[in-house]
Structure formats: C-alpha cells, structure tokens
T-cell receptor
Framework: GQNIDQPTEMTATEGAIVQINCTYQTSGFNGLFWYQQHAGEAPTFLSYNVLDGLEEKGRFSSFLSRSKGYSYLLLKELQMKDSASYLCAVRGYGQNFVFGPGTRLSVLP | DAGVIQSPRHEVTEMGQEVTLRCKPISGHNSLFWYRQTMMRGLELLIYFNNNVPIDDSGMPEDRFSAKMPNASFSTLKIQPSEPRDSAVYFC????????????FGSGTRLTVV
C-alpha cells in the first residue's frame, strides 16, 4: 500500500524558517518530490531527492532519509508569497506519483 | 515552450450531461497523467499513459470515466453521465522518462456539476 503523511496546516512569520515534514510508506521508491501549489493554481516543482541527504536550492532545501521513510522541506527567509500548500510526492517504480495531502502554510507579517 | 495546455479552464454542466476535458502535453514528453483534486481527497491519479498507451487506469472511479490518447500531442478525459460528486479540479500533467523535475502540470479544469 501507499501512505504519505504531512501536517495539515502550519503558520510562520515573515523572515523566519519553517520545516515541513513528510513521512511515507510506499511499495516502491524512485524519488521524493516537493511541489508548491498556490490557491487556484497548478502544483509547481520545487525539489527532488533520490539519495539520502540534503539538497539545497536557494531559500528552499529538502532532506531525505530512505531508511526512515522521512523527508522535510526547509524554507528560509520566509516571504508572504510563500503562503501556499506544499505537497510531498513519492515516485514509484513506474512513472506515476503518489501525492500526500499537502501542508497549507500561512506566512504572517 | 507553451507548457501543458488544458481546456476548458472552467466547465459548469448539469447532472447527466457528457463532459470532455482536453489536454495537450509538452512536446517530447512521453508520459501523460490525469489527476483529480478535491479538498477531501487531495490529488488522486486517475490514469496515465506512456507513449500513448494506457498503463494504469486503476484510479478511474467507475465506468462513467474514460480517457484516450490518440496521438502524442492530445488526450481527452470524458465523463458520461456526469454527477455532482464529479465536481473537482482535473489536472493533466506530462513528463519525460526519468525526468528529475517530475511532472509539469497544466492549469487545470475546474468542473462543476449541478
């Protein structure tokens, strides 16, 4: 079976750092992806991890531990425009992804 | 690159009517996916194609739903007859084999069945 868990909602202050966690149990693993989705828009790709460790891309970083079935997305120097839903997704051995329920992040001034 | 193009952007229809959603993937992408998103169930995979061939349609809710990909540049998702519980945002996405950037999503079709 496939199961991906994320917190439903998080709130943080502009300029702060926030960490969004994702745990997964899937029958196959070929990469973990994070997507950002603003209200009323399509998801857009943020990051990709296939090996354990930290991947950094500007203000965003993503970490993966395959043995623990765990990932997190770290957002630094939060801006108001970072208010969005953040979706964790696992790619199995095929091309299809299983998406988590998403974490709605609100950035307050 | 125009991205993944979906039409229509919005569709309002009466229960029992046929609905056809359309998608044009990114040129050169060989995989195409149809997803449905609702508040209750999040993003759910309905069906995906590799090289125009349906690979996994286990997510298609029932026989009222059907999808086709007659060529590499066009796909349709049809609902007949439509029901109010089909109201959702339907996303099409495409990717190339092993692409590290994952999917590219279209803008979605917001379907409302009244």
């Amino acid at each position: 079976g496939q199961n991906i868990d994320q917190p439903t909602e998080m709130t943080a202050t502009e300029g702060a750092i926030v960490q969004i966690n994702c745990t997964y149990q899937t029958s196959g693993f070929n990469g973990l992806f994070w997507y950002q989705q603003h209200a009323g828009e399509a998801p857009t790709f943020l990051s990709y991890n296939v090996l354990d460790g930290l991947e950094e891309k500007g203000r965003f970083s993503s970490f993966l531990s395959r043995s623990k079935g765990y990932s997190y997305l770290l957002l630094k120097e939060l801006q108001m425009k970072d208010s969005a839903s953040y979706l964790c997704a696992v790619r199995g051995y095929g091309q299809n992804f299983v998406f988590g329920p998403g974490t709605r992040l609100s950035v307050l001034p | 690159d125009a991205g993944v193009i979906q039409s229509p952007r919005h569709e309002v229809t009466e229960m029992g009517q046929e609905v056809t959603l359309r998608c044009k993937p990114i040129s050169g992408h060989n995989s195409l996916f149809w997803y449905r998103q609702t508040m209750m169930r999040g993003l759910e995979l309905l069906i995906y194609f590799n090289n125009n061939v349906p690979i996994d349609d286990s997510g298609m809710p029932e026989d009222r739903f059907s999808a086709k990909m007659p060529n590499a540049s066009f796909s349709t998702l049809k609902i007949q007859p439509s029901e109010p519980r089909d109201s959702a945002v339907y996303f099409c996405a495409s990717s190339s084999q092993g692409q590290a950037s994952g999917y590219t999503f279209g803008s979605g079709t917001r379907l409302t069945v009244v």
